[in-house]
């Protein structure tokens, strides 16, 4: 680490130590030197000739510790990019912004990703499965009035038969009950479903000492009671759950970004009449 010295300071370092090893008068040192007593004595009782630091010693955020350690944990766990960071969760984190996220992340030694494997495997196309295999998302909804909902879609992989529900939540409790309507509902046997790592669907994100005490998730006890395999999509890969990401595009597209409605009745008559264009679509509330 470098010596600190002020720009505007009026002393310099030879003079600081001339004055630590004279033994002259505080007085006659600030006459000959032309500077204030005060300072002279300053730097008589200094142990080194450098100017201190300026600016608070413990950097102001104005993210809390708590959401300071969320994020942390976040990048540890997931290692995602800053913007994807960002986009996780803005929605959970208010005061949240790219530059706060930024600092907060070089304040923790977390800002530069470790280098990638030159050798990583290319992309590869999705395999061949039998109908059944079926993607699961949950995309926000914002209504004009700024009341936001939450629309859960299942989309099969190879039959494109699709399921919504339009919720004001998206709590775990909320994830299982659609998942057991969506298994109710469908015509064939589900045997896969691939996610997210969002906390409603699994824990995987979680540090093992954050897990609750029953370490397997609710949405995965109804997978496991239904035969069914939960995958995950891979961390920074999200294209792998594309094909619902697409889906829920085509519904806001063709509903809340084209229209205006008063209230959340006329959206929820309105993606029923668009769901229900397609024999393939079905849908509840």
């Keep these: 680490m470098g010596s600190v010295h002020h720009a505007n300071a009026k002393t310099t370092v ?3 130590k001339e004055i630590q090893e004279s033994k002259e008068s505080i007085a006659k040192l600030a006459k000959r030197y032309n500077l204030n007593p005060k300072t002279v004595a300053k730097w008589r009782k200094a142990e080194g000739s450098d100017d201190g630091r300026s600016g608070p010693k413990k950097p102001k955020s104005s993210l809390s510790e708590r959401e300071q350690q969320i994020i942390c944990e976040v990048r540890r766990v997931t290692q995602f990019p800053l913007d994807d960071i960002f986009i996780m969760l803005k929605d959970r984190i208010p005061s949240l912004t790219r530059s706060n996220l ?61 399921y919504v529900e339009l919720h004001d939540n998206m709590t775990q409790e909320t994830a299982c009950a659609f998942l057991n309507n969506l298994i109710a509902d469908c015509p064939f046997k589900i045997h896969r479903i691939l996610t997210d790592n969002g906390a409603q669907f699994t824990y995987a994100l979680l540090a093992d000492h954050l897990k609750p005490k ?21 961390f920074k890969h999200p294209w792998t759950n594309g094909q619902v990401e697409t889906f829920n595009k085509t519904l806001k597209n063709a509903t809340v970004k084209t229209y205006h409605y008063d209230d959340v009745i006329q959206l929820k008559q ?6 229900m264009s397609s024999p393939h679509l079905r849908q509840i509330w």
């Design 14 to 16: 030879r003079v600081r």
């Design 214 to 234: 029953d370490k397997t998730h609710p949405f995965d006890k109804i997978c496991q009671k239904n035969n069914i395999i939960h995958k995950l999509t891979q």
């Design 270 to 275: 309105h993606l029923m009449s668009y769901c």
């Design 102 to 162: 930024h600092r907060c992340l070089v304040r923790h030694g977390l800002n530069v990703l470790p280098k990638e494997d030159n050798k990583s495997k290319e992309k590869q196309k999705f395999k061949s499965y039998d109908v059944g295999y079926v993607h699961i998302d949950i995309t926000q909804i914002v209504l004009s009035g700024g009341q936001k909902l939450y629309l859960f879609v299942g989309i099969c992989r190879v039959s494109k038969y699709a």
